[in-house]
């Protein structure tokens, strides 16, 4: 039973394409993230809810547009794809915001093309 | 603003060698810290944690980190690795009560039977 999960696993896709990333937790937590990982094995935060409310939104280009119906799901949005994108995307959910271990989501590979 | 730093980005153990990681944060105040390990093609999952209380705390799998204050450190130890051990481990921080936590740059493992 996962506890994080996001589809899809692997996405490719051509440049200037629109596509999504799902993510749903069943823990019955707060707050979900999602992290870029570049091929350095960088890992930087993109986003954080907490309740379904934006709470954290780092520099990130705005055609990345996360968003949560509801504090179980968080999904990313990506507009005009661009080669630089291509990383892995992790979603996380932890009881709170930031004081609290984080459970990580298996990752979306997304190569753009 | 909270970093984190982890100077060893690439480490070749042999089984049975003794590990030490490092890891350095920048942050005056109550931090909160944490070891996730991701293992190859893998997920992050949670090592260990420190909140407060004993500084040496204790994780899963024998390993073990030692938070010195006065160092601004936290680091990670494992007396005897095995080859399972290979992946890559990453050092995080959430100061001051702060929504985000930052991960250090990651150190690859390399543990050779």
């Known amino acids: 039973d996962t506890a994080v999960s996001q589809t899809p696993k692997y996405l490719v896709t051509q440049m200037g394409n629109d596509k999504s990333i799902k993510c749903e937790q069943n823990?019955?937590?707060?707050?979900m993230y999602w992290y870029k990982q570049d091929s350095k094995k960088f890992l930087k935060i993109m986003f954080s809810?907490?309740?379904?409310?934006?709470?954290i939104n780092e520099t990130v280009p705005n055609r990345f547009s996360p968003k949560s119906p509801d504090k179980a799901h968080l999904n990313l949005h990506i507009n005009s794809l661009e080669l630089g994108d291509s990383a892995v995307y992790f979603c996380?959910?932890?009881?709170?915001?930031?004081?609290?271990?984080?459970?990580f989501g298996q990752g979306t590979r997304l190569t753009v093309v | 603003a909270q970093s984190v730093s982890q100077h060893n980005h690439h480490v070749i153990l042999s089984e049975a060698a003794s590990l030490e990681l490092g890891c350095n944060y920048s942050y005056g105040g109550t931090v909160n810290l944490f070891w996730y390990v991701q293992y190859p093609g893998q997920h992050l999952q949670l090592l260990l944690k420190y909140f407060s209380g004993d500084p040496l705390v204790k994780g899963i799998k024998g390993f073990e980190a030692e938070f010195i204050k006065s160092k601004f450190s936290f680091n990670l130890r494992k007396p005897s690795v095995q080859w399972s051990d290979t992946a890559e481990y990453f050092c995080?921080?959430?100061?001051?009560?702060?929504?985000?936590?930052?991960f250090g740059t990651g150190t690859k493992l390399q543990v050779i039977p």
């Open positions: 996380a959910s932890s009881q709170g915001p930031g004081r609290t271990e984080a459970f």
């Open positions: 995080a921080v959430n100061a001051g009560g702060y929504q985000k936590v930052t």
């Open positions: 809810y907490n309740n379904k409310e934006l709470i």
């Open positions: 823990l019955g937590h707060d707050t």
